[in-house]
Structures are given as C-alpha cells and as structure tokens.
C-alpha cells in the first residue's frame, strides 16, 4: 500500500475534495481520507448553491434539482411576499450527489480517496508532515508521509487544536429535515425570533412532493424547531418527526489562525462561510483554489525540503475577510431586530426602495454591496435607528 504522498488532506467534503482535484490537475500525488464510510453519506445541507459555483469551478451539474429566481418571504405574523429576481440566480441541489459528483472529478484528475479512514494526528516532522488515522478492518492504523496537509474538516477541530491553529470563535445551529410536502413549491425564507433566535427558517422544495425544512440559530435550535413545525409543519409532537430532525453546527467568523508550516485548514474548519446565511460550499470552493495554487507553487519551488504555506492564508483573506466581517456585522444587527422591526421592514419591501435595492445589489455569494445598499438606504436606517435606541 503506498504510504507517501506530496499532499494529504483530511475531509472529503466540497472544500477537502475540491483541493484534491485541482492539486492532482497540477500532477500532485495526493490521498483524501474520509472518516465516513461513503462520501456524501448523510450530510445535513439545504443544497442551495450559486449558479457561479457550477460555472466559475466547473462542477458536473448532474446534482442540480431546479434554478432558482423566485424566493417567497414570509414575516413573523405570517405576511407572505414573492421576490422574484431578474434572473436565476441559485440552484437547489442534491447535496450527496454533489459531493459524490466532485469525488468523482478529483478522482478522474488523479487523487486517491480513502473513505473510512479517521486521521487522527498530523504531526509536522522534517520533510512535512506525518499522517496517523484510526485503525481499519484489520485492526491496522494507518501511517503515512506528505510534504504538506489540509485539514477540510468541516466542524471537527480536534486537529486544528491538537496543532495550534486556529478555530472559528463563533457558532450557529442548523436544524433541518426532509419530508413530503407537496404544498411547497417555491423556496420559502421565514422570519421571526420565536422560530429562529438571530436567524431564518427555510422550506425547500427537493425532489416532487418533497421538502427540507430547517433553521439556523443563535440559541435553543430543539426550541426554535418544535415553535416552527407547530407554526408551519403541523405540529412536531405528534408528526413522528422528532427523531428525524438533523442538528449540526455552522462555524460564524473566520480563525485566527489557518496555517502552521507544512499544514492549512481548509473551508468550513477555517471559518470559510457567509456569516449572513451560513452558507460555506462556494466559500470553501474558492479557498480550495486558493489553497491548490499555493501549494502547488511551494511543492514547486526550490526552497529544500521545507514547505511554508503561510501566503495563503494572506491570499485567501484578501478575498473573504471584508465579506465575512460585513456579514458578522449585518447579522448582528439581524438578531438584534424584534419581530416588530422585521414586520416594519416587510412593510418597507412592500411599499418603496427595498426590492429594487435586492435586484440591483443581491449576489448570492457576495453580500457587502446588499449590506451597504441597505445601510444607506433612509426607510430601513429609521429602523435601524429605533434599534439602536432600544439597546442604548
Ligand atoms: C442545516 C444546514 C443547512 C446548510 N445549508 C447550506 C446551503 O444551502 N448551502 C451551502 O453552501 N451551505 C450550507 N450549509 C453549510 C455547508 O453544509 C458547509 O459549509 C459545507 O459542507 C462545508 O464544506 P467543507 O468541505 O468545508 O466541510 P464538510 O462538508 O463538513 O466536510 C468535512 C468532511 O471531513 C470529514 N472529517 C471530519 N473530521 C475528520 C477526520 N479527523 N478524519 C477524516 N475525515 C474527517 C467529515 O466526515 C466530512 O465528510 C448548511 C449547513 C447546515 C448545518
């Protein structure tokens, strides 16, 4: 069994894979190893995702359900709005395809992918890196050698701790399930602090008659959840759905810290992700070209044996950080909103300026030109400021 590699990254989710793929493109020799059995097995997404995601990294798109361009809003008392897009603007995805879709393209360009392999230690030595994972079928731990390693690990930081990198200083809980509901036939975003504390809930329409719903929030996701299907899902109590509801952390704000030698954190495990929605594949997709162009040039250069990657994390924040930063900041004024406010804001996008704002600004990816329209715009800034009267 080989056990050297030129790089080896942890995690077969869309920022670990997409790595992979670019860096055997470059003709890297390069081992993914999954702690789960199959790629793709039971991951807890919405499975929105841009269209630019598919165009700008060349995804195979046999995973796209529908386009999206028109997203039905609902407020807090239940007042119910379609915002239509000039154009389509998102797709609804199968999430498990999708990963299962980019394993097959990194493998295609040459990476080797284990699945059911745990790493449990990356130790920086000499050459670069050594690489333990759990122990297989057999009983055997794994032992390999690379020059250098990702950790696209999603929200598991044992090893990001265990190397004194840094970990994403904020959480938020997503909450989700998938089931019949041929009512839903358009993505719909609900608001309200009973039903997602400094959040939103979702409906989204999946395969036909099917749809996932879900949250994320601040506090008290099991709360939020039960207030939400006795509000829009008839009920939890009595729906025999309560053990099918998924629960899972979404990292908030960037680490402080993504590399140390030889070794990067890589898209969810760096705090890669929108802090507006929580969204991180297309974050984690534009990292891992990031991450693929720096390695590519140091396993290149001519500097020895030792790797440093410390340039990406300066290259990767130079096209985040500003994104990440504003998206903090407009969540925090989000959560501070009383369904009293939303409900005015609702009433604003109904009466003037705020529609056009979204169709002239609104990015799916890119969120600091929408954030800074709004800010500027005087019918939302009274609201504001009656916020920032209540907190002084
Ligand atoms: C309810 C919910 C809805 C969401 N909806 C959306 C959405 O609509 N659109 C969107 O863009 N994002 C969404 N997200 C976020 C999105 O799912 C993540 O940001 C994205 O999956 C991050 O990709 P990643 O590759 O960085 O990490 P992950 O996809 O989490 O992949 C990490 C992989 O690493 C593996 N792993 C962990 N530790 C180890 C180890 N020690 N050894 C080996 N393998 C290991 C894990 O098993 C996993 O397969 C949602 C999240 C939640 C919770």
Redesign the pocket.
């Known amino acids: 069994m080989k056990q050297s590699y030129d790089v080896i990254i942890?995690?077969?989710?869309?920022?670990?894979l997409h790595a992979a793929r670019r860096l055997a493109e470059k003709g890297h020799e390069v081992l993914v190893?999954?702690?789960?059995a199959e790629v793709g097995r039971s991951?807890?997404?919405?499975?929105?995702?841009s269209r630019e995601t598919f165009e700008r990294f060349t995804i195979p798109d046999d995973s796209r359900q529908r386009d999206i361009q028109d997203v039905r809003l609902v407020s807090p008392s239940g007042v119910s709005m379609v915002y239509r897009h000039p154009r389509p603007f998102a797709c609804i995805v199968d999430r498990e395809r999708f990963d299962r879709d980019m394993a097959r393209a990194a493998e295609a360009a040459g990476a080797e992918i284990r699945t059911g392999?745990?790493?449990e230690d990356v130790v920086p030595v000499e050459s670069g890196v050594s690489v333990k994972t759990g122990m297989d079928e057999g009983g055997e731990a794994g032992h390999f050698r690379a020059r250098a390693a990702v950790l696209?690990?999603?929200?598991?930081w044992?090893?990001s701790r265990k190397l004194g990198l840094g970990v994403p200083r904020g959480r938020l809980v997503?909450?989700?399930v998938e089931i019949e509901a041929p009512e839903i036939e358009l993505p719909t975003m609900f608001a309200g602090t009973d039903i997602a504390a400094g959040g939103f809930a979702w409906a989204v329409p999946t395969a036909p008659g099917r749809a996932k719903f879900?949250l994320?929030t601040e506090s008290d996701p099991r709360g939020c959840f039960h207030v939400f299907a006795d509000k829009h899902l008839g009920g939890l109590a009595g729906s025999g759905l309560n053990g099918d509801v998924q629960y899972?952390i979404?990292a908030q704000g960037p680490a402080l810290r993504t590399c140390s030698g030889a070794v990067i954190t890589?898209?969810?495990?760096a705090g890669q992700?929108k802090t507006t929605t929580?969204?991180?594949?297309?974050y984690?997709l534009h990292c891992a070209e990031i991450a693929a162009s720096v390695i590519d040039e140091r396993l290149r250069g001519d500097g020895g044996d030792k790797i440093d990657l410390q340039e990406y994390d300066r290259a990767w924040r130079k096209v985040l950080q500003r994104e990440i930063q504003l998206g903090l900041f407009a969540r925090k004024i989000w959560s501070r909103l009383s369904d009293t406010h939303i409900e005015s804001a609702f009433r604003v996008a109904q009466e003037d300026g705020l529609i056009p704002l979204v169709q002239d600004h609104g990015d799916f990816d890119w969120h600091s030109g929408l954030i800074t329209a709004f800010l500027r715009q005087a019918s939302l800034a009274k609201i504001l400021a009656g916020v920032g009267k209540a907190f002084s």
């Open positions: 942890a995690g077969a989710g869309p920022s670990g190893l999954e702690k789960k991951v807890n997404c919405a499975g929105i995702i392999c745990l790493v696209a690990t999603g929200v598991h044992d090893l997503g909450a989700q879900g994320i899972k979404i890589l898209g969810e495990a992700v929580g969204g991180g594949v297309s984690g």
